[in-house]
């Protein structure tokens, strides 16, 4: 019992609250809301700029319509009395209202934007034949009705992917050159005195050997005598012999070793003096 007498007052205490709220019951037809841009109530035909009716009678919205509550009439190909080009008509249009499922794809099909579908309220029918539009109606209700936003040409743009916009070509910059270690280059006294040393006779390019080669030989010296030889030195030794120094001889810079005869003057060792013979030489 309690809990019975809990739930009544619970559901009195609801009905209290609300005796005192505003209204929002809106009396229709007296009081019509605003529509929004994509409600659809119904339909209209359409005509084209010139006055001419833009049906062609290609029967795409009935073939499409998954309802079947369209049906036309097609009156075949005839001569415009506006334009006086051969087109096609339609002779009867009919659409009923009361199977319609409003999914809109008669007014996508159509390839003139013949049909469109219309936003403006719809007053209360008391039979069923005031819901089926015939085609005197749906051209009156281009005039008396507001047309929704979509037709063919917009609804099928709207479903076609936009091209993506092509990339800006970027600005190739040339990279640049690596540094490379160069050698260093020469002054030219430096180069001028290289080729100098490098064509001079082997003769100004050793002074001692040059001295020594052009003294003449005395009378009685004997031994041979080779380029190679090491350069006597002007000191004497104890015994009255002379002794060969131990300094290596000069290195020529240009000089060859598989020179050929007379290229490179042979440097000749000064002959002993006169009295001594070559075995003594240490």
């Not at 097609?74 to 339609?90: C, F, M």
């Not at 063919?152 to 190739?172: D, I, V």
Request: charged content about 20%.
């Amino acid at each position: 019992m309690r809990g019975y007498f809990t739930s009544a007052a619970r559901a009195l205490a609801t009905s209290l609250r609300n005796v005192f709220r505003k209204p929002v019951t809106v009396e229709f037809p007296e009081v019509i809301r605003p529509r929004a841009e994509r409600y659809r109530a119904s339909f209209a035909l359409l005509h084209e700029e010139d006055g001419d009716e833009a049906c062609i009678g290609c029967l795409q919205c009935e073939r499409i319509c998954p309802s079947e509550v369209i049906s036309i009439k097609a009156g075949g190909k005839r001569e415009s009395p506006i334009t006086g080009k051969k087109r096609g008509y339609a002779d009867d249009f009919v659409l009923d209202l009361n199977a319609c499922i409003y999914c809109e794809l008669c007014v996508q099909v159509c390839p003139t934007d013949a049909i469109v579908m219309t936003r403006e309220h719809e007053l209360p029918a008391y039979g069923r034949e005031d819901l089926v539009l015939t085609m005197a109606k749906l051209y009156a209700n281009e005039k008396s009705k507001l047309r929704a936003w979509g037709d063919a040409t917009r609804l099928n743009g709207m479903q076609t992917a936009p091209k993506a916009p092509k990339p800006e070509p970027a600005a190739t910059a040339k990279p640049a050159a690596p540094p490379t270690a160069s050698a260093p280059v020469p002054s030219a006294p430096a180069v001028a005195s290289a080729q100098a040393t490098t064509n001079a006779p082997a003769a100004a390019r050793t002074p001692a050997a040059s001295a020594s080669a052009a003294a003449p030989a005395p009378a009685g010296a004997s031994g041979p005598t080779t380029p190679s030889a090491p350069v006597l030195s002007p000191a004497p030794a104890s015994g009255g012999a002379t002794v060969a120094a131990s300094a290596p001889a000069p290195v020529l810079p240009t000089a060859s070793r598989g020179a050929p005869p007379g290229s490179v003057a042979a440097e000749a060792p000064a002959a002993p003096p006169a009295g001594t013979s070559g075995e003594g030489n240490t």
